[in-house]
């Protein structure tokens, strides 16, 4: 059965402290891997896609890497705004449309 | 701006009622979604459609249904059949269903509680 588990539940971070959380994924043939942030009652807003292991993308302060298991999103020097939930999901090969989503990280950057 | 609207922000649902959700977007999107959040829970898929016309069920669709009859447009009506239905809603599109076209894009999501 397709799974993602997202770690740690919640991270607290002195501004300027810098972390990587985690999403380790079981899926029958990985075909993306995405990563989204949330703000408490707003929809989830898209960062990243990845798609093979190996691959890297950037945006500002957020990094995100990928192996065969699992996904980073490495947070340098954080700052207040960067605390949100993060949400990380993937799709497989499976022949469904859908993503499977983990529980998500709860992030708060504290000034 | 193209983007994905959803409205009301809020709703209430008294025992007994249907609902309409209602999720527009001007992305040009093909495909269309419907999710429910929960706290503690992943999102939860409860329709998906590709195409106009098309729509499939996803993992909790009892209690809900859905139309997709314009490109722009993928209403969510919660039934009374529905037990449970206080959650945050959340509509999302992406270009296609195809590799590399599948990203989703959110909307602002709509929470809906019961009186």
């Known amino acids: 059965e397709d799974q993602v588990t997202q770690s740690p539940e919640a991270l607290r971070l002195q501004e300027g402290e810098s972390s990587s959380l985690n ?40 990094k995100a890497t990928l192996t065969k298991k699992e996904s980073f999103l490495h947070i340098t020097a954080p700052k207040p705004e960067d605390s949100a939930t993060y949400l990380c999901a993937v799709r497989g090969f499976s022949g469904t449309y859908k993503y499977i989503f983990g529980t998500g990280t709860r992030l708060k950057v504290l000034a | 701006d193209g983007g994905i609207t959803q409205s009301p922000k ?24 419907w999710y429910r959040q929960d706290p503690g829970q992943g999102l939860r898929l409860i329709y998906y459609s590709q195409i ?8 909790i669709a009892e209690g809900y249904s859905v139309s997709r009859e ?9 039934t009374s059949a529905q037990k449970n ?31």
């Open chain 1, 23 to 62: 999403c380790s994924y079981t899926v029958s043939g990985l075909r993306g891997l995405f990563w989204y942030r949330q703000d408490p009652g707003k929809g989830p807003e898209f960062l990243f896609t990845l798609y093979s292991a190996g691959e890297e993308k950037e945006k500002e302060r957020l």
């Open chain 2, 10 to 33: 809020y709703l209430f649902r008294k025992e007994g009622q249907n609902v309409t959700l209602s999720c527009e977007q001007n992305l040009n999107h093909d495909a269309m979604y």
């Open chain 2, 52 to 59: 106009v016309n098309d729509f499939q069920k996803g993992d």
């Open chain 2, 70 to 78: 314009k490109k722009e447009s993928f209403p969510l009506t919660v």
């Open chain 2, 85 to 115: 239905p206080t959650a945050f809603y959340l509509c999302a599109s992406s270009k296609g269903s195809r590799e590399y076209q599948e990203t989703q894009y959110f909307g602002p999501g709509t929470r809906l509680l019961v009186l």
